[in-house]
């Protein structure tokens, strides 16, 4: 093999190489450092005050549809006219649909490590889903 070729050959595996290994270098980097990344997110300030307003908004919300629920169903109790009695049973249906959801969100966000270090204890720890259908 001459001497050029030889040279040529090298700068190419130079070329190719190098960049791999950067790259290999750069990846093993990124997974090392990523729970460190994952804390640092976790505990910035913003993320603490809209986790921790998130718990408040969330509850008032429930609270909110919970009372709904029981104000339509006293104008269902009170409604003499079938047809508007059918009417207010299906917004009846979707109040009561939209409360299940606003707990099934509080509850994920109570179980997951990043937020719930955030949930005042002034809060319940869950929403209950059943009470929604109450």
């Given amino acids: 093999m001459n001497s050029k070729l030889k040279i040529g050959?090298?700068?190419?595996?130079?070329l190719v190489g190098v960049p791999v290994a950067i790259s290999a270098i750069g990846s093993i980097n990124s997974v090392a450092t990523a729970p460190g990344r994952v804390v640092?997110?976790?505990?910035k300030t913003n993320?603490?005050?809209?986790?921790?307003?998130?718990?408040?908004v969330?509850?008032?919300?429930?609270?909110?549809?919970?009372?709904q629920i029981a104000d339509h169903k006293k104008l269902i109790a009170d409604n003499a006219d079938p047809a508007e009695a059918a009417r207010l049973r299906i917004e009846?249906?979707?109040?009561?649909?939209?409360?299940?959801?606003?707990?099934v969100i509080y509850n994920a966000n109570a179980s997951m490590a990043t937020k719930e270090l955030f949930q005042s204890?002034?809060?319940p720890a869950e929403l209950s889903e059943a009470a929604c259908d109450a």
């Avoid at 050959?9 to 130079?14: Q, R, T």
């Avoid at 993320?47 to 408040?56: D, H, Q, S, T």
């Avoid at 009561?96 to 707990?103: E, G, L, V, Y």
């Fill in 47 to 56: 993320n603490i005050i809209n986790n921790y307003e998130g718990f408040f």
């Fill in 121 to 123: 204890d002034d809060l």
């Fill in 40 to 43: 640092q997110e976790t505990m």
């Fill in 92 to 103: 009846l249906a979707a109040m009561r649909q939209s409360c299940r959801d606003i707990a």
């Fill in 9 to 14: 050959l090298g700068v190419a595996a130079l």
């Fill in 58 to 67: 969330r509850k008032a919300e429930y609270d909110a549809r919970l009372g």
